[in-house]
């Protein structure tokens, strides 16, 4: 398993979301929620958007376009327009850092 630094803790305040490029290819939403850290792909699967650009609602993430949304612990699409999940990252926190795990 390979551990990626994504950011640091204070970097995202709880209830917030941020975007994390990894230089890889990849750009993943970094979410604080309810006390915990999550991860996404950061492309909404219903269009050219932003999900770090959008709010967090009990759990979900609305995204900022056709305000569909995704339940961000499980990636799964749980308002129209949006139908296919997002993919869902492994995240762990160690010291003051948020990493990856993959
Ligand atoms: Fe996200 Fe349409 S682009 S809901």
Redesign the pocket.
């Known amino acids: 398993m390979t551990m990626t630094k994504l950011c640091a803790i204070r970097d995202v305040p709880e209830g917030e979301v941020r975007q994390v490029d990894l230089g890889d290819g990849r750009v993943l939403a970094v979410y604080h929620m309810d006390g915990a850290f999550y991860a996404t792909d950061d492309l909404?699967t219903?269009?050219?958007?932003s999900l770090s650009e959008g709010e967090i609602e009990d759990g979900r993430i609305l995204?900022p376009?056709?305000?569909?949304s995704f339940d961000i612990r499980t990636g799964e699409p749980v308002a129209a327009?949006?139908s296919v999940a997002i993919r869902t990252y492994r995240v762990e926190t160690v010291g003051e850092d948020v990493l990856l795990a993959d």
Do not use: N
């Not at 219903?46 to 958007?49: E, L, Q, S, T, V």
């Not at 376009?65 to 569909?68: A, E, K, P, T």
């Open positions: 909404c219903h269009g050219d958007a995204c376009y056709h305000l569909g327009p949006c």
